[in-house]
């Protein structure tokens, strides 16, 4: 049964489909209505797909900008620190969601949520379905390789019409760009295409809102979201790429045009079919990024941060601190957007917890997914020199680390036939660089980095440089005696330690002259 022949079914301003976890602790599925209501009861998203995460994110950031644009129509940093310690207005965000209760309707004969209805009718969809696994970035579906599950495309399994959404709404800002077929032989790709999100977050869900709200501008008014807009009939979906109109455009973005196809009249039952096409394609633009994506040093410009294999998130905050210069970060908006609201509540001496989420992909293909936390103050994101601190302390972890592999793998090279060919070397860093080494290295500077933020949130400058010096000794010397064990102790081992022995000691020694013991005790001291 298609939407189209459907009655309209699944509201979800009523019906529950978000999931949440309460501050106790409990985990429940509440309706748009509801969570508004209990938004300060709200500890955070139950979803634990990171895309997923993201995408309900901006779904609940753009609904809340389009209700304070319509009532009050414009407000200030002033006004979300007044709403932060009143709580959201939900009266003028549930007027807002009443407006527009035809647009949520998860089935519906013209204008289904997040869908395109054209889709029943136009002929090269009205009888070709995809699996529902087309719309779902985990599941196996055409030429995919398996991650998470092992259906077929011609007998794809039963699902829930209201966890697919979910599923939906992540696919719908992740998804690569590449073949469709239908409409246009390919297509771009989704908003949020191999970023690694960036969220800060409050203690409520009320306040991870409020902290992540774009400001009103005079753009706000032409920034439609897809609920607002008119339904996209088939020539919309073959146009020329359109560039964003703002934040709430890009957060609703149809960058796929699907149908869900319900198994029955009310739209209760698992379905297991959708009609699939090219979407509203997005022209991305370098003057307006995307508010969730932040950019780091490349070898010749900056690159969108995302999650790189073998690599560690937190090797990268430096992109999300302000950088004067331009060339070697661009933190994203949102995070500015905290910062200012917490100016407006004059609070300058706290952490801002942050949330990092999103995939990476390749050709389509799914490669890998995380979802980390970071608390970082709100003194390396809003003042130049404390972020620069931190990026300089992040950078000579990684220049020591490449001293450090390149002595490690000569001294394994010469425990190699042909020990003096470049080949032989080549092939000596790479054991080293897929080995424990690099483990032994990081995860000592990993354990460290939170407290040592700490002392960069308290401008403690001086003696946060003295301490990031010790760790990396401390780092130092944990791989090395990781790499003299993986050497083991034949007679070519023992003498290639010794012969190497003395660039350990080289590359060690600034280390223990920058580390000089400072005035007040250590972290490690002073923590009980």
Avoid at 133 to 158: C, E, K, R, W
Wanted: net charge negative; aromatic share 6%.
């Amino acid at each position: 049964m298609s939407t189209a022949d459907s009655e309209p079914a699944l509201n979800l301003l009523d019906v529950a489909w978000i999931p949440v976890r309460l501050r106790g602790g409990h985990v429940i599925d509440v309706g748009l209505l509801e969570f508004f209501s209990r938004a300060h009861d709200i500890e955070g998203l139950a979803e634990t797909s990171p895309p997923n995460l993201i995408a309900l994110h901006r779904l609940l950031l753009a609904i809340v900008h389009r209700a304070l644009c319509l009532n009050p129509g414009h407000w200030t940093d002033a006004d979300r620190a007044r709403w932060w310690r009143e709580g959201l207005p939900v009266a003028l965000i549930h007027a807002y969601l009443e407006t527009w209760r035809d647009r949520f309707w998860l089935f519906h004969p013209t204008h289904p949520f997040m869908q395109v209805a054209a889709l029943a009718q136009a002929e090269e969809t009205r009888d070709k379905l995809k699996p529902w696994t087309q719309v779902a970035l985990a599941s196996a579906n055409g030429n995919a390789p398996v991650v998470f599950d092992h259906a077929l495309d011609g007998q794809p399994a039963h699902i829930d019409p209201l966890v697919l959404l979910r599923q939906l709404l992540g696919f719908l800002q992740f998804t690569p760009g590449g073949l469709v077929k239908v409409f246009r032989s390919a297509d771009k790709a989704g908003p949020l295409v191999n970023t690694a999100a960036v969220l800060p977050q409050g203690r409520t869900l009320h306040e991870t809102l409020l902290m992540g709200l774009h400001p009103h501008s005079a753009s706000s008014v032409r920034d439609l979201p897809s609920w607002e807009r008119t339904p996209p009939d088939i020539a919309a979906l073959t146009v020329d790429p359109l560039p964003a109109t703002g934040p709430c455009d890009r957060y609703s973005r149809l960058s796929r045009a699907v149908l869900l196809v319900a198994a029955d009249e009310a739209g209760v039952q698992p379905l297991r079919w959708v009609r699939f096409g090219a979407g509203v394609a997005l022209m991305e633009d370098d003057a307006a990024p995307d508010p969730m994506s932040s950019y780091r040093a490349g070898s010749t410009h900056l690159v969108r941060l995302n999650f790189a294999e073998g690599k560690a998130a937190w090797r990268d905050l430096g992109a999300l601190l302000p950088d004067a210069t331009g060339t070697a970060a661009q933190p994203a908006a949102v995070l500015s957007w905290a910062v200012n609201l917490l100016m407006a509540l004059d609070v300058d001496d706290c952490d801002v917890p942050v949330l990092l989420a999103g995939l990476t992909s390749d050709q389509a293909k799914l490669v890998r997914w995380r979802c980390e936390h970071f608390r970082l103050p709100v003194a390396a994101l809003s003042r130049a020199d404390m972020a620069q601190l931190v990026r300089e302390a992040l950078t000579l972890a990684e220049s020591t680390y490449k001293e450090l592999r390149q002595v490690v793998a000569q001294m394994l090279a010469r425990t190699l036939p042909d020990p003096a060919s470049k080949e032989t070397y080549e092939r000596a860093r790479d054991m080293v660089s897929r080995g424990p080494v690099t483990n032994a290295y990081f995860t000592v500077a990993e354990r460290a980095l939170p407290q040592w933020l700490v002392r960069v949130g308290r401008s403690e400058i001086d003696e946060a440089s003295a301490e990031w010096n010790r760790v990396l000794l401390r780092a130092c010397q944990n791989a090395w005696q990781t790499s003299l064990a993986q050497l083991g102790t034949s007679t070519a081992a023992l003498r290639a330690q010794a012969q190497l022995h003395h660039r350990y000691q080289q590359l060690l020694k600034p280390l223990r002259d920058l580390a000089a013991e400072p005035a007040t005790p250590s972290i490690e001291e002073s923590t009980p």
